[in-house]
């Protein structure tokens, strides 16, 4: 079950393009919690599962998953990626790559 969505909007060069984000519910499974989510990039759907330890550990896990693929992504390089006007996309991103975040990401999260 889908339990949050954002869209987000790439600016190339010459278009823009929107980048939906789904986030679904925490699964418990024999050895672990997963959650999965799928971004929807211009090129194609991708979609990914986090693994945590409970539900709470792989939803964040599943967010920080989604801020290190966009802030890694090749529509960040070649424009930027962004959420209702901000500078920056409002996902998290492990310590390791906060030196990846725009100024507002980095300001709040």
Not at 9 to 30: N, Y
Not at 56 to 81: C, D, H, P, R, W
Request: aromatic share 10%.
């Amino acid at each position: 079950m889908i339990i949050a969505e954002r869209i987000l909007e790439w600016r190339g060069e010459h278009d823009s393009k929107r980048i939906r984000v789904k986030l679904f519910s925490p699964q418990k499974t024999k050895q672990a919690w997963t959650c999965k989510y799928v971004i929807d990039w211009p090129d194609g759907e991708k979609e990914k599962t986090a693994s945590g330890t409970d539900a709470v550990q792989a939803l964040i896990i599943a967010l920080q998953m989604i801020g290190t693929e966009i802030y890694t992504s090749n529509y960040q390089k070649a424009g930027g990626v962004s959420f209702a006007d901000a500078n920056g996309c409002g996902f998290p991103v492990p310590p390791t790559l906060r030196h990846l975040l725009t100024p507002d990401d980095a300001k709040y999260l």
